[in-house]
Every structure is written in C-alpha cells, then in structure tokens.
T-cell receptor
Framework: DADVTQTPRNRITKTGKRIMLECSQT?????MYWYRQDPGLGLRLIYY???????NKGEISDGYSVSRQAQAKFSLSLESAIPNQTALYFC???????????????FGEGSRLTVL | AQSVTQPDIHITVSEGASLELRCNYS??????LFWYVQSPGQGLQLLLK????DTLVQGIKGFEAEFKRSQSSFNLRKPSVHWSDAAEYFC????????????WGAGTKLIIKP
C-alpha cells in the first residue's frame, strides 16, 4: 500500500458543488501539505500543516479550506468549485525535524479534479 | 522575488545519450536545492538534494547535479539515459527562513527517442 494515499483519484463535478479531497499517510510524519499542479506552472502550495493544531495558508489558499483531523489525515475542501480550480492536486508529507530531512517531500499519486 | 526557472519545457534525447536539465534560481538566502521526478500518472519522487558541502551531489537512478553559486544554477545530469527516464523533472528551492517551504520550477518534460 502507498505511504500517502489520496482519494478520490479522479473526480468530475459541476460549478458550485462542494468537493472534498482526502489524504492519509502511514509515514508517521508531522507535516502535511496540499499542492496544486497546473501545466507550465509547476506546483503551488495551497495549505500546509505542521501538526494537528497548526494550519497555514500557502500561496494560493483562496477558495480552499483544509482540515487536519489527525496526524495521519489532512483533507482539502472546495466549498463552491469553479472551473479554474480544475487541476491535479497533490498531498505530500515531510518529517518535522532536522534540516537534512526537511524539504524532502513524499507525495501521493494525485487527485485529478475537473470542474465543469 | 524568489523564483526558480527551468528554461526548457521539453527536451528530447536519444536512448543512451547524455542528459542535462537546467535549473536557475533567484534567491536571497543560502538555498537548499532539490530535483524531483514525476513519472506519468504518479506523484513526485525526490531524485537528489543539496544542502551544503560538496557541490556535486549524487542521487537515485544514476542522476547527479552540480550546485554553482556563481551561476545560480543547479543542473541535473545523467551520462546515459534509459527509456524509463521519460518523465517530468522539477527543480525546487527552499531555505531555513521560509521554513523550508519550496518554490518550484515549471518542470521539464523529458522525451526519450528509441
């Protein structure tokens, strides 16, 4: 089984619908992240969480919200989806301590979201 | 503003040929540098990273990268590519001051000719 699991892997929805993407990890890492990938733009950070009580906005948090339900679970919600939120979404984790470990991200396989 | 540039959107090389993927950064602090690979339909995987010390770093799958501070570059190399290296490659930069939040390049898609 994958260390970082995202569900659903693919989703098609309509404008205005609420969507939740879920992420769970078995790596025991404290830090979890949600990224968005668009062709030609690389990855952009939406939200990140350093522990269950610590949630921070990334560079493109508008239109998104998150919930860290447990150390192992971090979900991303689109309260009212719009077409320009069509993208590939990645969850990632990293260890919390030590410069040598920080920055090494472990990614899920991605959730492809299409908003019509 | 901090930025990472991967000048080549696509690169095509023949199987067995050498490879160099370019990465340039604009960063105020001492950067930590990373290369990640994304195979089709997969998440990203760390290839290698540079924090300090020897400027030539070795990674997985036979890749290496060289940090050149004077050129603000961290180019990825492989002496002989295999068809399985076809993927998209991302350069990323972070530092302690940003709490290691990474800034990503746009990616370079590597196509392997048989």
């Amino acid at each position: 089984d994958a260390d970082v699991t995202q569900t659903p892997r693919n989703r098609i929805t309509k404008t205005g619908k609420r969507i939740m993407l879920e992420c769970s990890q078995t790596k025991g890492h404290d830090r979890m992240y949600w990224y968005r990938q668009d062709p030609g733009l690389g990855l952009r950070l939406i939200y990140y969480s350093f522990d269950v009580k610590d949630i921070n906005k990334g560079e493109i948090s508008d239109g998104y919200s998150v919930s860290r339900q447990a150390q192992a679970k971090f979900s991303l919600s689109l309260e009212s989806a719009i077409p320009n939120q069509t993208a590939l979404y990645f969850c990632a984790t990293s260890e919390g301590q030590g410069a040598q470990n920080t920055g090494e991200l472990f990614f899920g396989e991605g959730s492809r979201l299409t908003v019509l | 503003a901090q930025s990472v540039t991967q000048p080549d959107i696509h690169i095509t090389v023949s199987e067995g040929a050498s490879l160099e993927l370019r990465c340039n950064y604009s960063y105020g602090a001492t950067p930590y540098l990373f290369w990640y690979v994304q195979s089709p339909g997969q998440g990203l995987q760390l290839l290698l990273k540079y924090f300090s010390g020897d400027t030539l770093v070795q990674g997985i799958k036979g890749f290496e990268a060289e940090f050149k501070r004077s050129q603000s570059s961290f180019n990825l190399r492989k002496p002989s590519v295999h068809w399985s290296d076809a993927a998209e490659y991302f350069c990323a930069v972070g530092d302690e001051d940003s709490n290691y939040q990474l800034i990503w390049g746009a990616g370079t898609k590597l196509i392997i000719k048989p």
